[in-house]
């Protein structure tokens, strides 16, 4: 492996990541204890991640439980819960805050597949963006001989190819799993 190829691959590594994180976010009807992630509570003046303040359970495929471990927290995580976009309204029962996941319409599955379509298209950019950086470097390199460059942009092609075959991969398991009813 040359610089070349790290380069290309730390940053196609990272648009992979990125499109993870990104698909946890899509909402498929499935609780997902990912959807909490970015909200935060507001803890004695300071805001604090939900994780931080309750331990959060899946107790069927469909409902979300979180239970505090402060229980004078509760009233402000359904608060912070309400306030968020999640679209979603918690029940508290006192001890624990429920959150039913409704199934989506299929015209809704419909466009958070093509949301997914939109992730995996930025990621495949990001790829691209990557590739053409560490074509770049190799080219700018004054020590590598025109067949030494051909040979990275070969090698930065073929890594490519694999991140985007990944993306791909990724894209039709998600799909699969949106308009799965």
């Not at 009233?75 to 959150?99: F, H």
């Not at 298209?121 to 067949?147: H, P, Q, T």
Request: hydrophobic share 35%; aromatic share 4%.
């Amino acid at each position: 492996m040359s610089e070349y190829t790290d380069f290309a691959k730390s940053h196609m590594t990272r648009a992979i990541s990125a499109l993870k994180t990104n698909f946890s976010k899509v909402r498929t009807g499935r609780a997902n204890p990912q959807v909490l992630d970015g909200i935060k509570v507001d803890y004695y003046g300071q805001p604090t991640p939900i994780l931080q303040l309750a331990g959060i359970k899946v107790p069927e495929p469909t409902v979300l439980a979180v239970e505090p471990w402060d229980k004078s927290s509760l009233k402000a995580i359904e608060k912070a819960i309400e306030a968020s976009d999640l679209g979603i309204t918690p029940s508290n029962d006192g001890v624990t805050i429920r959150l039913p996941f409704p199934k989506p319409t299929q015209q809704r599955r419909l466009e958070l597949v093509k949301e997914c379509k939109q992730y995996a298209e930025d990621a495949k950019v990001a790829i691209r963006n990557a590739r053409r950086d560490a074509n770049g470097k190799a080219e700018r390199d004054e020590e590598l001989s025109e067949d030494g460059v051909s040979r990275e942009k070969k090698a930065i092609q073929k890594i490519t190819d694999d991140f985007i075959a990944q993306v791909d991969e990724l894209l039709k398991t998600k799909s699969a799993e949106v308009m799965e009813i």
